[in-house]
């Protein structure tokens, strides 16, 4: 693992198929971009199966390396709508709902002792901080949270403060609307 954010130990760390499944469908012509060993790999995983989190890393850097930003982006774009779209799509009306569940939807793909997670540091209207210790790469969590920020219709920046790729010890997110009313706001039980 080249970038470990503080306290992520990962034992036994697994990752459902799906979101290593989300790779080959952000990288057209995968074989040649990643490799033929690696995407072969890759070929082999089961959408509902259990992996090691390791061939997902290594997917990822590969991307960051030869593609670039825009791929992680778009990986995390896929991957959302791959293992979370329709789930989230149910419970969720408000980014409230969002910043508040993505603890639950990465426990929800992502499985073993000490894995990291997030955590919601602040939450106002049109405004919200969050810190990820998860050993994901940050850009495609980054077009997770604002490919789901489109699926619920909320225009929003979303910038990364702090990044493990930078020595931080964790990645912290910030993300700004112009909307600050019931749909960034919600119905949240922690909320006034």
């Not at 992680?72 to 774009?77: A, I, P």
């Not at 940050?138 to 020595?167: D, F, N, S």
Request: charged content about 20%; some cysteine.
């Amino acid at each position: 693992m080249r970038y470990k954010p503080r306290d992520y130990v990962g034992e036994n760390h697994l990752t459902v198929g799906s979101d290593i499944l989300s790779v080959l469908d952000a990288v057209p012509l995968a074989s040649q971009v990643l490799g033929p060993g690696l995407t072969a790999r890759l070929q082999s995983v089961k959408p509902d199966g259990w992996y090691a989190i390791d061939l997902l890393l290594e997917a990822m850097d590969s991307m960051a390396d030869k593609l670039g930003r825009f791929a992680l982006l778009q990986m995390g774009r896929k991957l959302f709508h791959a293992s979370h779209a329709d789930a989230f799509k149910k419970v969720a009306h408000s980014a409230g709902d969002l910043v508040f569940s993505m603890n639950a939807m990465y426990r929800s793909a992502n499985r073993g002792t000490r894995i990291g997670g997030w955590d919601v540091v602040l939450f106002q209207p049109g405004k919200a901080e969050l810190i990820k210790s998860t050993p994901h790469h940050c850009v495609m969590e980054e077009g997770i949270l604002t490919e789901a920020l489109l699926a619920l219709q909320i225009p929003a920046l979303v910038e990364q403060r702090e990044c493990v790729r930078k020595a931080a010890p964790y990645c912290r997110y910030q993300l700004v609307s112009p909307v600050t009313g019931e749909l960034w706001l919600g119905k949240h039980p922690l909320l006034p």
